[in-house]
């Protein structure tokens, strides 16, 4: 098992944010960015930011990218762009019924997909 990397935080990693960091990274793999990918991949193992397993005896454990993607089979390379394409629909359908939006992440203002049910911005 890698040691964590001296300078990262020893702070626990929410697991949003942990499977989060692996989907980035799967994504990456799939793309042009291959050495974009085994560089996050590395750094995500030194500093043990990827979701933890478990074992038989319901002991956390480190797991490595490669021992995620081969448990994680129904994630696809994709699977994070999947999740973007739809987070825009549905926040119009539940907040923001009968006013079109731009489809975009970088959206400001009213196009914000930040925006509350209230109008207010997160």
């Not at 040691?3 to 935080?9: D, I, Q, R």
């Not at 002991?59 to 994630?75: A, F, G, M, Q, T």
């Not at 994070?80 to 009968?98: K, N, S, Y």
Request: hydrophobic share 35%; with cysteine.
């Amino acid at each position: 098992t890698p040691e964590p990397n001296p300078g990262s935080s020893t702070r626990p990693v929410p697991i949003a944010e942990s499977e989060l960091y692996f989907l980035i990274a799967r994504y990456l793999s799939a793309g042009p960015r291959q050495r974009g990918a085994q560089v996050l991949v590395q750094e995500l193992e030194q500093c043990q930011l990827l979701p933890k397993g478990l074992d038989w005896e319901g002991n956390e454990h480190n797991r490595s990218y490669e021992e995620l993607v081969l448990s994680s089979k129904h994630v696809a390379p994709d699977h994070l762009l999947q999740i973007c394409q739809r987070i825009g629909p549905m926040l119009d359908e539940e907040i923001m019924a009968g006013i079109s939006r731009v489809a975009s992440f970088f959206g400001a203002g009213r196009q914000s997909l930040l925006l509350t049910a209230k109008g207010n911005l997160i």
